[in-house]
C-alpha cells in the first residue's frame, strides 16, 4: 500500500540545533506509535505517528570521532526526543553509497541498543532506504514528496521509516 498522508503543519519551530515541526495527518486510526530514525553524520531526522500527530525533528548534531561518542550522542538524542513506540524503523545502509558508512553504523547500532534498553518488548527494524520508499512511496525514486510544504529531507526521510510498517500492513 502506497503511503504518503497529507500532512498540515501545526507548529514549526527551531531551538538551538533542533527543528521541531508537529503536524497532523489523515491516517487511519492507529493503535500503536510508530517512529523512523534516519541516521546522519551532521543531521539526524526522527520522526513519531501516533492516532493524532506526525512529531517531526532534524536536528544538527557534531561530527564525533570515535564510535562510543556517536553512540553516547545518539542514545542523548533518542532520550530526550522520542517517546515509547511499538515499532522502530531505522533507515539501513544505501548500499551505493561509500562515504561515512562506519560513522552511519555506529548511529544505527546506538539506536538499536538505546531502543532494546529502554523501550523492552519493541519491534526494531532496519531497512534500506530504497525498500522503505518503494513500500511508503510507490517509488524508489521518491525521497521527499513534502518538500514544497517545507519539511525537510532528513524528517521526510525519519517519516519514511515510520510509515513503513503501516504501508507494509503491519499496523496493529
Known amino acids: 500500500m502506497i503511503l504518503t498522508p497529507n500532512l498540515m503543519i ?3 519551530a527551531t531551538i538551538d540545533n533542533v527543528r521541531s515541526i508537529l503536524l497532523v495527518h489523515n491516517l487511519p486510526m492507529l493503535t500503536n ?7 546522519g553524520t ?3 531526522g526522527l520522526a513519531q505517528v501516533d492516532n493524532n500527530f506526525v512529531r517531526l525533528c532534524e536536528i544538527k548534531i557534531p ?11 545518539i542514545w542523548s538524542i533518542l532520550t530526550e526526543h522520542l517517546l515509547d513506540m511499538k515499532i522502530f524503523v531505522i533507515e539501513g545502509a544505501s548500499y551505493g553509497d561509500r562515504y561515512r558508512q562506519v560513522e552511519l553504523q555506529d548511529i544505527r547500532c546506538g539506536a538499536t541498543a538505546w531502543a532494546m534498553n529502554r523501550l523492552g518488548n519493541i519491534e526494531i527494524d ?3 532506504p530504497s525498500t522503505i520508499r518503494k513500500i511508503v512511496f510507490g ?4 525521497k521527499n514528496p513534502w518538500k514544497e510544504q517545507g ?3 532528513n524528517a ?3 517519516l519514511g521509516c515510520a510509515l513503513y510498517p503501516i504501508a507494509k500492513g503491519n499496523a496493529t
Do not use: C, M, Q
Not at 561530527?63 to 550522542?73: A, P, S, V
Not at 517509488?139 to 521518491?142: D, G, L, M, P
Open 10 to 12: 501545526v507548529n514549526d
Open 33 to 39: 506509535r510508530y517512529a523512523g530514525l534516519d541516521p
Open 42 to 44: 551532521t543531521h539526524i
Open 63 to 73: 561530527r564525533d570521532n570515535t564510535t562510543g561518542k556517536r553512540i553516547e550522542h
Open 126 to 128: 532496519i531497512v534500506p
Open 139 to 142: 517509488s524508489a525514486k521518491i
Open 151 to 153: 519539511i525537510p529531507d
Open 156 to 158: 521526510a526521510a525519519a
